[in-house]
């Protein structure tokens, strides 16, 4: 008698063994893709919308460039005013000058005329 495989019937069950076992590693190629495409997908989110992501970076780098700016900005102010302080400390004519025009002083024997303004 000639060597056989085997039966139909066991033909049979051993395709169905394979197309199941096939089924499976297909389904765990499915479940182990969409994991990774998911943890991607995170990763992706979390660079851009996250504590530290993108845009909280381009928000801080616009926040840190207002307050150069404002910063250089009153190192101008600043300036001004120590020149304007330098002015009234060491001026004499402009110590005078004030005097008379913001307070109202005269020098001896000088007169004031206060002209009032047609609107009044």
Same mark, same amino acid.
């Given at each position: ?49 996250? %504590?530290?992501? !993108? ?9 840190? &460039? @207002?307050? +150069?700016? #404002? ?19 060491? %001026?004499?004519? !402009? ?9 109202? &002083? @005269?020098? +001896?024997? #000088? ?10």
């Amino acid at each position: 008698m000639a060597y056989s495989r085997g039966t139909t019937d066991s033909r049979a069950g051993g395709n169905a063994a394979w197309r199941q076992m096939r089924a499976e590693k297909k389904r765990a190629s499915y479940v182990f893709w969409t994991v990774v495409l998911l943890s991607l997908l995170y990763l992706a989110g979390a660079l851009v919308f996250g %504590d530290m992501g !993108y845009l909280k970076l381009r928000t801080l780098k616009a926040r840190s &460039l @207002a307050l +150069k700016t #404002e910063v250089a900005s009153l190192n101008q102010k600043d300036a001004r005013l120590k020149a304007s302080m330098k002015d009234y400390r060491d %001026d004499e004519f !402009y110590q005078e000058k004030l005097a008379r025009e913001d307070l109202g &002083l @005269a020098k +001896k024997n #000088e007169y004031i005329f206060i002209f009032n303004s047609p609107d009044r």
